[in-house]
DNA sequence: CAAAACGTGTCATAGTTCGTACACAGTACA
DNA sequence: TGTACTGTGTACGAACTATGACACGTTTTG
C-alpha cells in the first residue's frame, strides 16, 4: 500500500530473478534486521525503518539512499545538519526551487560544480 | 544549556524589558503550553519542543520559525516535502552548497527569483 | 522425500517524544 | 499586608517509533 513498501518489494524482486540472494529472509539478515519486519515493511503494514535501516536498505538494493528515504518522508540527518547551519539561506533557496523545474536545478547544480562564485 | 533554550529565554527577556506580558507564564499560555513545561524548555531540562509548538514560539518572540527550529535541530515538514518530491536533485544541490560562501548562496536566490530559466 | 529455505501472522516491548497537573516559595504592587 | 503574579521542582503518562521473538504453513531443492 505504502510508496515505501512498494519500491522496496519490486526492487528485490527484481533483483531477485536473476540471483536468488535477494530473498527476503536473506536481505533481512544481511541489513541486520528480522524477515518478519522486512516482511510487514515491504506490505506497508508497518511504517518505514528508521533512517540507518532505510539506508542499509537502499544500498543493499542498489538503489540511492537519498531517494528512500524520500518515500519513507524523510530528509537524511547530514542533510538536515547542512540546512540547519544556515536555516534562512536554505529555506529560502528551497522553497524558491519548490515550483522550479528539474532542469534549472541542475543548471544551478552544474553552476556551483563548476565553482564559479 | 542548549542553544535554543538560550535563544528563547534571551528573546523573550529582551522583550520583557520594555512589555511585561512577555512573562515564561503569558508567553506560555498563548502559545497553548504549561508555563512549567517553557521553563524547562527554556533551561534546557528538557528537549526542544514538537514543530508546530516551536513555530509558535518563534512567531510569539518575532524571531524566523525556520532559525528557531534550526536551533533544535529540525527542519520544517514543509521543506522536507519539497526536497521529498526530487530528493537526488536536492540532495545533491545540497551537499554540493555544504562549504559555498553565504553570498554564492544569496547570488542563486536572487538568480532564481529574477526567473532567468 | 526429507531438509532447508521461504514469506507471513501474532504478540510483546524498550525507548523516545511531547507534553500535563499540581504544588511551592519568592516577588511585586495596590 | 494580602493578593496576584512569577519561575520552577516533582511526578506522571499517553502516544508513537522501531523493532524482536517465535511459530506456522508452503515451496524449493538436493
Known amino acids: 500500500?505504502?510508496?515505501f513498501g512498494e519500491a522496496a518489494t519490486a526492487t528485490r524482486q527484481r533483483l531477485r530473478e536473476t540471483d536468488r540472494r535477494y530473498s527476503l529472509r536473506q536481505v533481512a539478515r544481511r541489513i541486520g534486521v528480522e524477515p518478519s519486519y522486512l516482511s510487514?515493511?515491504?506490505r506497508g503494514q508497518v511504517a518505514p525503518p528508521s533512517e540507518a535501516t532505510t539506508v542499509r536498505l537502499a544500498r543493499e538494493l542498489g538503489q540511492d539512499p537519498d531517494v528512500f528515504l524520500a518515500m519513507a518522508g524523510k530528509v537524511s540527518r547530514d542533510l538536515q545538519d547542512i540546512i540547519c547551519k544556515r536555516p534562512?539561506?536554505?529555506a529560502e533557496l528551497i522553497r524558491q526551487l519548490k515550483d522550479?523545474?528539474?532542469h534549472a536545478i541542475l543548471h544551478i547544480?552544474?553552476?556551483v560544480r563548476d565553482g564559479d562564485w
Do not use: I
Open 1 to 3: 500500500m505504502t510508496r
Open 109 to 111: 547544480v552544474r553552476e
Open 88 to 90: 534562512a539561506l536554505f
Open 40 to 42: 510487514k515493511v515491504e
Open 100 to 102: 522550479a523545474p528539474d
